[in-house]
């Protein structure tokens, strides 16, 4: 049924090894071409142990006011703060994530949540990415924010911060099963609310599909 | 006190779609009534989910192009444009001048058709018949263009990553050029039709009001947050695709209701042909393809880019592994994010201007569901 799923697999800038070689920024290369990246590592049966430094994101560190600022709020909640492709983001541990957002909303005028995402790395222990991009209108600026929850944790809800993640947070709890607590209607959005599983999930195959819901309510024994 | 009646009884739950011409596609909008008053709505959508960011995740980067074309089909250009701009910078790669050029004048051109569809569709349900008639007769100009240029009307697939598959053919300039002189007159002609139409003013001024601060909180973009009198464009803000170069404004209103988004849009229309009229005056020679490899294995990391689509904010958001396929691919569609102030909008208001609301925000729902 997996034929045409890739393995996951994880791009491993969240093992400590990865993150020791990625902390000395390395030269600004931004034309280095794919190749002389490391190799990344091909993914076998068992996982592979951090000798081999797996290919990360070449991300040079990110300076300035606000990465200060919310270092000084958040000290170790803020795990890294750096740049890519001339576009800044924060990774936070889950906790401190919500409380960085009132921060930049209130004291730097990031005041439009444009995307809120997630990403699913089901072989760690922290399966899922959680992506929030903010903008302000006054800079003219975004940030991306990103943190990791494992699977039967819940995040704290946007909501309060920004209507706009209502719908947003619905889709990832669709998509993904991610839990939000505070979140003030957390249903399914675009699937049917009896179905079973979260398409988005790596693990979940692209012609899968919930047979049952198949059967009872479209009358047919396959989708397929 | 006597008995309650009927008549006391005072709220009603209806169903207005999926099945209902005025919502645009199958939207199912569940609106609690009192009378005729809105007292809440809940929008029930996914009818058109498609799940085209799983099939992102099972294609390369390349077979994943035409797809896009088919979530806001009416502005399938706009929505290229943004894909192979988010690959690009994924890849630090850039398309050549003769292919940015032309896909600004495709880009505006698709633009024009797109705000077309929705104010003969949005007049359509407001009661005035006619503007569709016009509106749906320029716009098959547009789509001639686009037939000629790659064969396709809708679903175009006009843009590759890295530049463009098909240089300009011959006459483009000229059929570009003769659309924008009879275009220009036409607009006012629409507008004769309904700016000052007393029944198109009366069922549009203050209805649907959502102001500067509720579009920011709600996260909604384009030419709704314009009308509140927000001056933001991405095209200017973040300019893409050689944008800056342009000489245009970015119309704004003022009362930041249904009736300021008519002619919110209707001014980006010229707006949009005086920036075809300056790219077409100068499309420089050279290559339409840029440096890229023919199997694109971008380097591990992640990027996200907007552009503005005639709806709002498109974005496209990837993480790339290193392998020929993305390993996360999200949109962020403008119109789903939008629609989620509908709620907002017509809280308290009559049901028939729900119709007229929902028309307003400019929702695709094959965009909404993806």
């Known amino acids: 049924m997996d ?41 076998k049966p068992a996982p592979k142990p951090a000798a081999k430094a797996p290919a990360v994101m070449e991300a040079t560190p990110w300076e300035g006011e606000i990465p200060e600022a919310a270092r000084e709020a958040f000290g170790e909640g803020i795990l890294r703060a750096a740049t890519y492709r001339e576009q800044d983001f924060f990774e936070t541990d889950s906790g401190t994530l919500v409380p960085l957002l009132t921060l930049l909303r209130d004291a730097f005028d990031y ?28 800079r003219n600026h975004r940030i991306r924010l990103k943190t990791r929850i494992a699977e039967n944790e819940a995040m704290a809800s946007a909501v309060p911060v920004y209507a706009a993640a209502n719908w947003m947070e619905r889709e990832i709890y669709d998509m993904f099963g991610v839990r939000f607590h505070g979140h003030p209607d957390l249903r399914r959005i675009l699937m049917p609310d009896e179905w079973q599983g979260y398409p988005l999930r790596k693990d979940y195959g692209i012609i899968q599909q919930d047979q049952r819901w198949v059967r009872e309510n479209l009358g047919i024994e396959s989708g397929q | 006190m006597a008995e309650a009646t009927f008549l006391d009884s005072n709220e009603l739950v209806i169903n207005m779609g999926p ?34 960011e799983k099939i992102g995740e099972n294609r390369t980067y390349t077979q994943f192009a035409p797809y896009v074309d088919r979530m806001d089909y009416i502005a399938a250009v706009s929505n290229g444009l943004g894909y192979c701009l988010a690959v690009e910078k994924l890849l630090n790669a850039e398309a050549p001048p003769r292919a940015q050029v032309t896909r600004v004048i495709l880009t505006e051109l698709n633009r024009i058709a797109s705000h077309l569809i929705w104010l003969g569709t ?8 006619t503007p569709l008639f016009y509106t749906l007769r320029e716009r098959e100009e547009i789509l001639n263009i686009f037939e000629e240029y790659c064969g396709a009307r809708l679903t175009t697939h006009a843009f590759r990553i890295g530049g463009l598959q098909y240089d300009l053919y011959d006459k483009f300039s000229e059929d570009v050029t003769s659309f924008c002189d009879r275009f220009s007159p036409r607009v006012d002609e629409y507008e004769a039709l309904l700016t000052n139409n007393r029944i198109w003013v009366s069922r549009l001024r203050g209805v649907g009001v959502l102001n500067a601060d509720d579009c920011k909180q709600y996260g909604v973009t384009g030419p709704v947050m314009r009308a509140a009198g927000v001056k933001w464009d991405i095209r200017r803000a973040l300019p ?16 930041a209701d249904t009736y300021d988004r008519y ?24 290559p339409i393809m840029g440096k890229v490899p023919k199997v694109l294995k971008p380097p591990v990391g992640e990027v996200y880019v907007s552009i503005e689509a005639p709806k709002g904010e498109l974005g496209y958001y990837i993480v790339s592994d290193g392998t020929t396929q993305p390993y996360r691919l999200r949109v962020r569609p403008p119109s789903f994010i939008n629609l989620q102030a509908l709620d907002k909008m017509v809280r308290g208001t009559l049901i028939a201007d729900c119709v007229a609301v929902i028309g307003t925000i400019d929702i695709v729902l094959g965009e909404v569901d993806r």
Do not use: W
């Open chain 2, 122 to 129: 949005h007049a359509l349900d407001v009661g005035a018949i």
């Open chain 2, 263 to 286: 002619l919110v849009r209707m001014e980006e229309m010229r707006q949009s042909v005086r920036i075809i009229r300056q790219a077409v005056a100068n499309i420089p020679d050279g």
């Open chain 1, 111 to 138: 005041d439009y949540l444009v995307e809120e995402t997630a990403v699913d790395f089901p072989k760690e222990e922290k399966r899922f990415e959680l992506v929030y991009i903010v903008y302000s209108f006054a």
């Open chain 2, 240 to 255: 893409y695709s050689g944008y800056e170069n342009y000489d245009f404004d970015i119309p704004v209103g003022t009362n």
């Open chain 2, 19 to 52: 099945q209902h011409p005025s919502t645009h596609g199958v939207l199912r909008v569940i609106l609690k009534l009192d009378g005729e008053k809105v007292m809440g709505t809940d929008c029930v959508i996914g009818y058109l989910h498609r799940g085209v």
């Open chain 1, 3 to 43: 034929e045409n799923q890739k393995p996951p697999s994880a791009p491993g800038e969240d093992s400590p090894a990865a993150k020791e070689a990625a902390s000395p920024a390395p030269p600004p290369s931004a034309d280095a071409p794919a190749a002389e990246a490391a190799p990344r590592p091909v993914p």
